[in-house]
């Protein structure tokens, strides 16, 4: 019988022990968090068939560990996971910058580390946002170790399939974290720095928020998600990119100020661009 | 009989014809476009009596005309529409820049102008997009005249509340821009340099659209909409606080290469006063 353990019963790990248990009824999960609280929603859902915290946990009798919590508790305990776990098991994450993460992973010999990251997130967070359709139809991006004798790699794919992607996708960790920083970390650093924005709005911030349309709800809602930030301050690429969307965004409110009429034609070529994007369907909890 | 005209039958035109036409079946609407063919779908889908271009309407029939165009079209049409109403009718917009369009509205006195501005909206375009529920449950910011005798306001609150909105809120012109500078103008011109920064990415861009999940698509969402950069462009609160936004980020940046603890800690404030937030449903086209 296979056994999993999945660290980090929040929106994440959680979704991940619910769409196993549905898919992989066979498969024994047990789930470790810190916080009594998660350990117990996810046991009464159904989701693990234990609960335990990470010192109690049997990480020696688990043929895959899934570490799924904040980014930079996840560096920094993947070591010691590794340590416990039994040799030649898979580790795995689902963290969402896999440089520096990848990196800690090849430099134990214990187990075999493939790094993971599913394409998939709300705004909420905890195993109470937890579904079973979470990574339904997503995109899994995976960082396969150098060697992979036992076939790691493919049991990690197709433990994501079974969760419920529609595909998966083999790439470089440096890749990986340039292609996040355009997708994801740029899009949460902006979408938080609105919301500073509005907050420190003094008068105008109340009325902003009667005011407050689709639009910002949208816009802002990646900034309601506090664990991408942590993804993003591994990332290499952040600081400067940060820097370099916020020296676009001046050049277009001076160009708003000084050439309305050109700014408004370069803002209409974006909106027929982004339309054009083929972008993921609205993920909708079942 | 009352009649309508509305100037404009894209989304928001469109699908304020949609919904009178529900609420109000004895209302008489005239819909007006440049475009035959946006006058012909409307027409079909019976949102519209009859359809003109602006020069052919008998505007001097209608009781209320509301502009329903791009703000800086509606900007320039204006008096001229005015103009060729009868005395007394009431005008009314749609633009979600209040100040410069209030302004031209205040200088004629043929027709009462009652500036108005519904929070809804989403990232497509034209009378297909259109639906009779768009308003449903959304604020409508109205801008009052100085005198009205007539009840000019009273009137354009109960047609937008026959639309579908959940409440009308009163608001100076200067204020209303102010907010939504925070509450849309901001979260746009931050959503269209997330795309462009994707579009940039040389290399990565590709990667970047097959990694970009629901947090990019939810983003910019809004830099979809071409017609917010209108409204932003008369704005003229927004130039120096799209400045200021951009100086937010650049320093949001420094903070995670230099102090990434620090930063974690005000994303983290920053999700949790994003997640208190009140902000309105998404909307579902019925």
């Not at 924005?197 to 928020?209: C, K, P, T």
């Not at 400067?240 to 100020?257: K, M, N, P, T, V």
Request: charge should be neutral.
């Amino acid at each position: 019988m296979e056994r999993i353990a999945i660290v980090g019963l929040g929106l994440i790990g959680g979704s991940l022990s619910l769409s196993l248990r549905r898919s992989r009824p066979q498969t024994r999960i047990l789930g470790v968090d810190v916080d009594p609280r998660a350990r117990e929603q996810a046991l009464e859902a159904g989701a693990i068939d234990a609960g335990a915290t990470l010192d109690d946990a049997a990480l020696d009798t688990c043929d895959i560990v899934v570490l799924c919590t904040p980014a930079q508790p996840l560096l920094e305990m993947l070591p010691r996971v590794a340590e416990r776990m039994k040799a030649g098991a898979i580790l795995t994450d689902v963290c969402g910058a896999k440089e520096r993460i990848c990196e800690a992973g090849a430099k134990q010999r214990r187990v075999v580390f493939v790094g993971a990251h599913p394409m998939a997130g709300t705004e909420f967070r905890g195993f109470g946002a937890a579904s079973a359709t979470l990574f339904n139809g997503c995109t899994v991006a995976i960082c396969a170790p150098a060697t992979d004798e036992r076939g790691a790699t493919a049991q990690v794919k197709s433990m994501w399939t079974a969760a419920g992607a529609a595909k998966t996708l083999d790439v470089d960790p440096a890749r990986h974290d340039r292609a996040v920083t355009f997708a994801s970390h740029l899009p949460y650093l902006a979408a938080a720095s609105v919301v500073d924005s509005l907050l420190a709005a003094g008068d105008a911030a109340a009325l902003a928020r009667d005011l407050a349309a689709g639009g910002f709800r949208d816009t802002t809602r990646l900034a309601g998600d506090g664990t991408v930030g942590g993804a993003a301050a591994l990332n290499r690429f952040i600081p400067d990119e940060a820097r370099a969307l916020s020296q676009r965004l001046r050049a277009l409110a001076d160009e708003i100020e000084r050439d309305p009429v050109r700014a408004l034609e370069r803002l209409g070529d974006l909106a027929d661009e982004r339309r054009r994007m083929r972008l993921p369907p609205v993920h909708r909890p079942s």
